[in-house]
């Protein structure tokens, strides 16, 4: 799966949202050019999130053509209702981290790993608009990355605090609800912390890192670290990539490219189980539904779903469907359960579609390509 960061900035802010149909903010027409009103093709979609009657899909044009991300607002019946461009200052690969919508308080937000910065829209009925872009500081850790580097995103259900996971400067950094002042941070170093999820009571916060043996508990009432867990057993493969992050009443779930398996956390107690997982499936995102896991292989083009319960494998779905020359499918990453009953939307990052998932007989219902 191809995703990297582009490079830095060519011309800051000046160009995000308000230059939409006015034209870009660079004179080489190479970089920045308008984006037609009727614009609606997901070159690479990769976050969903939805709210009462609307789906939103943050995915980016990576051909170099209008040089933009993109929010996409549809119906329920997947009809497209709005195109909200967002930055003008894109290379080649965008690179969009997560999306996720707080309807309660009227606030969607977006990390942008490209501008390191936090978008964030006002909810108001079934529109978005946008509000504030918030700079995320931070150096690159030791290891290096290159500036804040902002992906993942969550917010508690307790009162609307945001917490970020800043993978480049090794920060989580917490948010008023609205992000209109920071709350706090904690360092976690060279780790890389790359997913953050509350528990249910929206009190403290679960973070997985990119690279490093630990899952890390932080509290919120001040931001802080309260303990950590060791990954895997000593001796052992340590946890890298684990960007497959689930946390409920049941306990914390983790999916990691090291070792394969689904590991399962004792919220007091650390690890205490797994579920193997094949060779290479490189888990990107993790979505419950009753007692079944659905994890994203974007590498092997596959949907995994797994029994909590049972502690095992259920069914691998591929995504992948060649029509032609066309790929479809291709690239899942992140998984959405619903807006539809039975139904979840599964963006596919490399062929530009949305996978539909029937949850019922879990199987592929169809592709949705918007914009054809």
């Given amino acids: 799966m191809r995703l990297k960061r582009a490079g830095r900035k060519i011309c800051g802010w000046t160009g995000v949202i308000l230059l939409a149909f006015l034209g870009g903010c660079s004179s080489d027409s190479r ?77 969607l937000y977006l990390t942008d790993r490209l501008q390191d910065s936090l978008l964030v829209f006002r909810i108001e009925g079934e529109d978005v608009h946008f509000l504030r872009v918030i700079p995320i500081s931070g150096e690159a850790s030791e290891k290096g990355r290159g500036g804040s580097d902002p992906f993942g995103l969550d917010i508690s259900p307790l009162d609307g605090t945001v917490a970020v996971a800043a993978t480049g400067s090794g920060d989580v950094i917490f948010y008023h609800a609205g992000a209109d002042s920071e709350l706090g941070r904690v360092s976690l170093g060279s780790v890389y912390p790359i997913r953050v999820r509350f528990n249910p009571a929206g009190d403290h916060v679960w973070v997985t890192p990119d690279s490093g043996n630990y899952v890390y508990l932080l509290s919120l009432s001040p931001p802080a670290l309260q303990s950590y867990f060791a990954g895997v057993s000593p001796g052992t493969v340590p946890l890298m990539r684990a960007r497959a992050l689930w946390v409920g009443a049941e306990g914390v779930y983790i999916a990691a490219g090291s070792p394969q398996a689904l590991l399962y956390f004792n919220p007091t107690a650390g690890l205490e189980g797994a579920i193997p997982l094949g060779e290479g499936v490189y888990p990107f995102d993790l979505e419950s539904q009753g007692s079944r896991f659905f994890l994203s292989s974007p590498k092997r083009d596959e949907i995994w779903v797994l029994d909590r319960e049972r502690g095992e494998t259920i069914k691998v779905i591929s995504t992948l469907k060649t029509e032609g020359k066309v790929e479809r499918g291709k690239g899942p990453s992140e998984i959405m359960i619903g807006p539809e009953p039975g139904r979840a939307l599964v963006t596919g990052y490399e062929s530009g579609d949305i996978v539909v998932l029937d949850l019922e007989n879990l199987a592929v219902e169809s592709y949705w390509t918007p914009g054809e």
Wanted: net charge positive; aromatic share 14%.
């Fill in 31 to 107: 970089i920045c050019q308008p984006v037609p009103a009727d614009y609606s093709r997901l070159e690479y979609p990769l976050g969903t999130t939805w709210f009462d009657q609307t789906i939103v899909v943050a995915s980016s044009n990576a051909r170099g053509i209008y040089c933009s991300a993109f929010l996409t607002l549809f119906s329920r019946a997947r009809e497209q209702k709005a195109v909200i461009p967002l930055v003008f200052d894109r290379v080649n690969y965008s690179y969009l981290g997560e999306v996720k919508a707080d309807p309660v308080r009227g606030f």
